[in-house]
Nanobody, 114 residues
Framework: QVQLVESGGGLVQLGGSLRLSCAAS????????MGWFRQPPGKLREFVAN???????SYADSVKGRFTISRDNTKNTVYLQMDSLKPEDTAVYYC????????WGQGTQVTVSS
């Protein structure tokens, strides 16, 4: 079992930046991939980015060139640096860690005002 706690969400203006953090605890040695999904208001949860233990990174097309994912394996933490934010990035952002199952954080709200 892995527990995930996100932080760093908030309100930011168009073009601004935020950095999300997600710290894992518990059976972290089983983690293969860590990353982020988001759920915009009234929409389904959607993939944002992930990074594997081997360093492979994937991004959704909508965030490529604006968001950067990184991991600190010594701290069992994944980060999401979000730059050039747009109102359509407004969502609840969920951290995940894949072991044999997908473990989810509680979510952190990101709101981008125009």
């Amino acid at each position: 079992q892995v527990q995930l706690v996100e932080s760093g969400g908030g309100l930011v203006q168009l073009g601004g930046s935020l950095r999300l953090s997600c710290a894992a605890s518990g059976s972290c040695f089983n983690i293969n991939v860590m990353g982020w999904f988001r759920q915009p208001p009234g929409k389904l949860r959607e993939f944002v980015a992930n990074k594997s233990n081997g360093g492979t990174i994937s991004y959704a097309d909508s965030v490529k060139g604006r968001f950067t994912i990184s991991r600190d394996n010594t701290k069992n933490t994944v980060y999401l640096q979000m730059d050039s934010l747009k109102p359509e990035d407004t969502a609840v952002y969920y951290c995940f860690a894949f072991t044999r199952v997908t473990n989810w954080g509680q979510g952190t709200q990101v709101t981008v005002s125009s």
